[in-house]
């Protein structure tokens, strides 16, 4: 069993930064993927970034790329999603999520989810 909790979200003017970390514990999260997810409102929900714990390799959407830095704290057993030049569209509850062989792009094949963070981002 993993276990994963987010922090990090809140309110921010357009064009404004924010770090989101993912906490994780339980089973040794040196073998998974890591995956950051957002859900708008009556929206579903979509991938937004991804890392490979074991080789630091990450995997962008196309509306974040250049925008948005996914990165892994191994001490802290920590996944982070900085987020820059946020825009309006950006807003979301964000959630954590994690798999050893998911498909990033497909939300149903990550097993385990946190409880997510709302990113709220004025214009």
């Known amino acids: 069993q993993v276990q994963l909790v987010e922090s990090g979200g809140g309110l921010v003017q357009a064009g404004g930064s924010l770090r989101l970390s993912c906490a994780v514990s339980?089973?040794?999260?040196?073998?998974?993927?890591m995956g950051w997810f957002r859900q708008p409102p009556g929206s579903e929900r979509e991938f937004v970034a991804g890392i490979v714990w074991s080789d630091g390799s990450t995997h962008y959407s196309d509306s974040v790329k250049g925008r948005f830095t996914i990165s892994r704290d191994n001490a802290k057993a920590t996944v982070h999603l900085s987020m820059n030049s946020l825009k309006p569209e950006d807003t979301a509850a964000y959630y954590c999520?994690?798999?050893?062989?998911?498909?990033?792009?497909?939300?149903?094949?990550?097993?385990?989810w946190g409880q997510g963070t709302q990113v709220t981002v004025s214009s």
């Open positions: 999520a994690a798999d050893r062989s998911p498909v990033f792009s497909s939300p149903g094949t990550f097993r385990y």
């Open positions: 339980g089973r040794t999260f040196s073998n998974y993927v």
